[in-house]
Structure formats: C-alpha cells, structure tokens
C-alpha cells in the first residue's frame, strides 16, 4: 500500500529574484542530509494544509512569515527516505515574506545563494533535475515522480498543466 509522508519544500527568493535561501546541512553528523544544500521544509503534521506546513516549517527553520506563496510542482519521491521511506512533496517558491533569516538553526547554516549558480553547490543528484523548472518563465506548474534507490534517483518523469 502507498502511504507517502507528505512535505514540504520551499525556496524563498530575495526581493530582486536573483537569489535564494538555502539552508547548508552541516550541524549533525547523523544527518541524512549532511553536506548538501537544501531548500525549506519538512514534514506535514495531521492537523494542517499543505501551505500552513510550509509557512510553519519555514517559520521554525529560517524566523521569517511567508506573505507571498506560490505552488510550483509536486514530486513523488518513491524510495527516497533513508529507509525507503516514499514522499510525495509539494514544491513552493516564495516570493514575499517578512522578517529577517536567520543565519543558522539545528540543521545548519542559511544563507543566499544565486539561482544562476545553484548548480554548483552539492545537493541531491535528483534536485538539478526540477530546479531549473522551480525558477523558469513557464507558468505551469510540473508533477514529477523521481523514484530512488540507495540514494540515488533512478528516473525522472514529468507533466506540466
């Protein structure tokens, strides 16, 4: 039976659009994510909607309020835990919030990042295949489903609507 765990991931873009905060893992050794770079988010709690997690998650991981929110995909993550754990996440940008990040918290240090360069810092393999869809032009929003094994993506399929 499929039961995914449901997510969230968010990448806030700057005020110009020419950057985005990420979030570099590198406070726990036990972290499954130790050394990559990762947008906001986590996992969604029974009692909220897809956006109150991510505004909840994005408040505990960065202290800022998302005020300008927008649905840019969805990702079927079969295999991807680091128990074989399935995800579905929902994939956000963030156009508009208020406060100011933090520059660190329990999973590592935050920082801005070019959206040009993202390319270029370690993250998961599979990321750089729906990154470039996340900061494009085209206005449909991608569903995608990436299947993993041993850490690794193994396809990579998509739609646009």
């Known amino acids: 039976m499929y039961r995914p765990i449901l997510g969230t991931l968010g990448f806030v873009l ?3 659009g020419t950057k985005t905060l990420l979030v570099h ?7 499954a994510h130790l050394g990559k770079y990762n947008g906001l988010g986590g996992k969604m709690l029974a009692d909220e909607d897809i956006v109150s ?3 909840r998650e994005i408040k505990e991981e960065a202290g800022i309020d998302c005020l300008d929110i927008l649905l840019r995909g969805t990702i079927n993550w079969t295999g991807f835990g680091p128990d074989g754990e399935d995800w579905l996440g929902f ?3 963030v156009t508009k919030f208020k406060g100011e990040p933090y520059k660190e918290n329990e999973e590592g240090t935050l920082a801005w990042h070019r959206v040009d360069q993202l390319e270029n810092l370690p993250m998961w393999e599979g990321d750089r295949f ?3 869809m996340l ?3 085209d206005s449909r929003t991608f569903h995608g489903y990436m299947p993993y094994d041993n850490g690794r993506p193994q396809s990579w399929t998509f739609s646009r609507i």
């Open 25 to 31: 893992r590198n406070a726990r050794k036990d972290d």
């Open 130 to 132: 729906f990154l470039p």
């Open 135 to 137: 900061f494009d032009q």
């Open 14 to 16: 700057s005020k110009d």
């Open 53 to 55: 997690c991510l505004k």
């Open 91 to 93: 994939i956000f940008i």
